[in-house]
């Protein structure tokens, strides 16, 4: 059942339209059921009993980004996205997720599971997927240009604790999936940063998927044990924050722990506890002057804001101000830097068509700056942008990886 106080916002709707145009799903769709008001005004229905949720209900429930962006332009104030959310758990009850989902999730929920087949990925994984044929692709991403998978998970390649001498502040570091698997690049950059300002850092070994790909699909029950494990595991330890390298496990680790107790009438105090210390790795390293330890990096970049970042946490000028704090590094604004790029978790393989529209506008913007960098702190945003961008006309990396290449 839906939170009653969440079943109340569907009648400070006021219809005024406003949601419409900055909708990235409805500006390509262009019919009202696409948007966050024509969505609204469905599951108002739903609740009123007018209405059955039908399997064209769910349909229209899932050809949404999640991006928030209909969240923040609402001058009612609606949580449009709290609701599309709290409306995906009630029709997975209905309409099961597909098996690809189901399975993705029972492997992101498990302790084991997901190690076991990632330690194989990196080696045969890799191998074979080398061998697929060209023109093949993942929604919108061609085979070949996804990312491959880290030979060993992160985790094992570094101690739990990263000791420096005479410590000047001690975090935790939650890697995510994402920087475990796929891109050890950018824990390897943040940890010598990290060094660097001789700042302590643990890794906790038994840290799980923050659940956020999970609960957002709907399933929120397969997410319960995630979010449990890493409260116990992140609440633990006596440190300055709780740092994060991805805009999608910040989000989580912030805000949406908190919501989903909440909404199911659980006790939330850890993880409002846990929301207080969470930072991401740039809000984090802001506060640093860290002119003095850079070299000149010659390169022009421009930044892309993912949705988790800037509207999940409002967090946009921090990245901003650490790639400007790097001598020859010339940055340029791109046109539309927080619009959502299109990939939306699951989105780009459900909807190609729709979130290669979107993804188009955003690698035009791109090569409209003639950067050949771009940073973005959301993985996901780098999988999707870098995989329909190329390499070849610019590179798509964490904010933390230029830091680090400046490094003197
Ligand atoms: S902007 Fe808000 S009030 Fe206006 S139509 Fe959209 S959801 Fe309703
Ligand atoms: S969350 Fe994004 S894609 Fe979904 S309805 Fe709102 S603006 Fe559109």
Same mark, same amino acid.
């Given at each position: 059942m839906i939170a009653k106080e969440l079943q109340d916002?569907?009648?400070? %709707?006021?219809? /005024?339209?406003?949601c419409l145009m900055p909708c990235p799903v409805y500006k390509q769709l262009c019919y009202e059921s696409a948007a966050p008001r024509g969505k609204v005004q469905l599951i108002k229905h739903i609740l009123e009993g007018k209405l059955e949720p039908s399997a064209n209900f769910n349909r229209i429930l899932y050809t %949404?980004?999640? /991006?928030?962006t209909c969240t923040v332009n609402c001058p009612s104030g609606l949580k449009v996205d709290r609701l599309l959310k709290a409306m995906r758990a009630e029709m997975v009850k209905k309409f099961k997720l597909p098996w690809q989902k189901r399975l993705l999730f029972s492997l992101l929920s498990g302790e084991r599971l997901l190690p076991f087949f990632m330690q194989w990925g990196g080696s045969m994984g890799n191998l074979l997927m080398g061998l697929a044929p060209g023109g093949v692709k993942v929604g919108t991403i061609p085979f070949a240009k996804l990312p491959r998978l880290n030979k060993k998970p992160f985790r094992e390649q570094v101690p739990e604790v990263v000791t420096v001498a005479a410590p000047k502040g001690r975090v935790l570091y939650f890697t995510g999936c994402a920087t475990n698997y796929l891109y050890e690049d950018v824990g390897r950059s943040a940890l010598a940063i990290l060094k660097r300002l001789n700042i302590e850092v643990i890794l906790p070994q038994g840290q799980m998927c923050c659940g956020l790909p999970i609960f957002l699909a709907g399933a929120r029950e397969s997410a319960l044990g995630n979010i449990r494990k890493n409260l116990e595991l992140f609440n633990r330890e006596d440190v300055d924050a709780v740092l994060v390298d991805c805009a999608t496990c910040g989000s989580a680790l912030k805000n949406e722990y908190v919501h989903i107790l909440e909404e199911r009438g659980e006790n939330a105090d850890a993880a409002k506890a846990l929301s207080k210390k969470v930072m991401d790795i740039s809000q984090y390293l802001?506060?640093?002057?860290?002119k003095g330890m850079l070299k000149p990096l010659p390169g022009k970049a421009t930044y892309h804001d993912p949705c988790h970042l800037a509207?999940?946490?409002?967090?946009?000028?921090e990245p901003r101000r650490l790639l400007q704090q790097i001598p020859g590094l010339e940055f340029v604004e791109m046109a539309?830097?927080?619009?959502?790029?299109?990939?939306?978790g699951t989105f780009q393989v459900d909807h190609p068509e729709v979130s290669a529209g979107i993804t188009g506008n955003k690698v035009r913007a791109i090569k409209d700056t003639g950067a050949n960098l771009v940073a973005s702190g959301c993985p996901g945003c780098r999988m999707q942008i870098q995989g329909n961008l190329g390499e070849e006309a610019a590179e798509v990396v964490h904010p933390v990886q230029l830091l680090a290449r400046a490094l003197k």
């Open positions: 916002e569907v009648y400070n %709707c006021i219809k /005024c339209g406003l %949404c980004l999640l /991006c928030e802001d506060k640093f002057d860290l509207r999940s946490q409002g967090i946009r000028e539309g830097a927080d619009v959502c790029c299109g990939g939306g």
